[in-house]
């Protein structure tokens, strides 16, 4: 079969080597002059660093087992994370029981009952219940309104914004549940980094298509998406900005965001239609700082103090060696507004100045001499907002255009979007459009 692919983010690639590794012909069109979406790496103090952080946890076999297939499963490294909360004014260890027990800000019963509650959704695998009923509700109703406005409404706000009382429970669900579920008892969370960068693993991916049989372009837009009695036959793409070309396929598979989707699809149903344009999203912003010493002693510090502008500081070099960047140390201030607002639109050298009063909560000796280079990256589509009863309004893979399917971060539930998702999802849907068209 021949498959035209849209996006060379993970998914994208993924179907592109799942089908290539078949021996079926994938041609894979990205519109960025680089692989890897929104887990792609540009040059940093010599080395190759996420524009927005990366890590996987241990559930994440799917990611791990690709990273393997391209023989780079010597530079996967699982290492011990270092979790922190900033509150009332100091940085709390936050990573095991016993940081919980012992912090003071919520009364002992609201921490007793905090952890239990914690340890029982680790262990509940029914997530259908929660998927009624925010997330907000729940913890209130479940851990108490003080660990509510303590811990998980900074959290939610800080990862959903304004959307922060419309999550589901299903969502934190999965956060807590997959985050231990393969995790030994006891055992300390271990988080992993290849260590040649996320951006290296796609690009290995990319050549691998292309020694499996396959074509990889970047700088390639695909503008539409051609059909004819229903049926998809081909792309239309702009490669480097020139004229737009026609290329037939056997069926497409987009990877797009749904809002670029409904876009490049030719005439697709009201109801498959309003299913896409029901996803919504928010983008993530990036600012990154390269410093020449450390800011904390942390590797991911969730900000639950709102008079910060960021909701999340993680300290890339807390984790990952930092002679990987020159010496460096990597910082990301991270926040996840929407497209509309003033935070997303700010320029970056204006939001690096409202942010450089603040570092100074973190760390009281901060100063901005501190600070070698910063960078900035918007990241768009990056978190879509999961509501109640989200799962009923998933559009399937298989669109109603027949040979044209939609493997996108929307369709991830009740998982978190991530890599590992991707990952699975696209090589899936690969193997869907081989069994639809006779093919394996
Ligand atoms: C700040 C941040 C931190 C994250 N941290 C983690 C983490 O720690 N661990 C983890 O596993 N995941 C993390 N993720 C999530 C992870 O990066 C994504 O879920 C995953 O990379 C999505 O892959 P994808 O291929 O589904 O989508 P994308 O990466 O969005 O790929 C879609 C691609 O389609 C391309 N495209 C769009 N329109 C067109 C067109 N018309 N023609 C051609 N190409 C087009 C885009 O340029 C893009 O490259 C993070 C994401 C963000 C934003």
Known sequence: MR?????????GLAAGYELTRRGHFAEVFEAAPFLGGQASTFPVGGGQLERGY??????????????????????????????????????????????????TPLPLTQRIRLGLRTFLLQKTRNWRKFEDVTAAEWTRRHMGE?????IWEPMLRGKFGDYYDQVSMAWLWGKIYLRVSSRKRMEKERLGYPMCSFGTVFDVCGERIAEQGGRVHVGAAVRRIIASDGVATGLEVSLDGGEAQTYEYDAIIATTPSYVFTRLAPELPDDYRARLE???????????????????SKYWLNVADRSLPFVGIIEHTNMIDRNLYGGRHIVYLT??????????????ADLLEEFIPHLQSINPDFSRDWIVEYHHHRVDGAQPIIGVGYGAQIPDHRTPV????????????????????SVRMGRQVARMALEDGGAS
């Open 54 to 103: 990366h890590h996987l946890f241990v559930s994440d076999t799917d990611m791990a087992q690709l990273i393997e297939e391209l023989g780079l499963g010597d530079s996967l490294e699982w290492l011990e994370s270092k979790v922190g909360l900033f509150y009332g004014g100091r940085i709390w260890d936050f990573a095991t029981p016993l940081d919980l027990l012992r912090f």
């Open 146 to 150: 003080a660990a509510y406005r303590v």
């Open 278 to 296: 029901s996803a919504r999203y928010l983008s993530a912003v990036l600012m990154i700082l390269v410093l020449d010493r450390p800011l904390s």
């Open 402 to 421: 027949q040979h044209l399917y939609l493997a996108n971060t929307t369709q991830i539930y009740p998982e978190d979007r991530g890599t590992n998702y």
């Open 335 to 348: 926040n996840y507004p929407d497209r509309s607002s003033e935070l997303y639109r700010k320029e970056p």
């Open 3 to 11: 498959v035209g692919i849209i996006g060379g983010g993970a998914a």
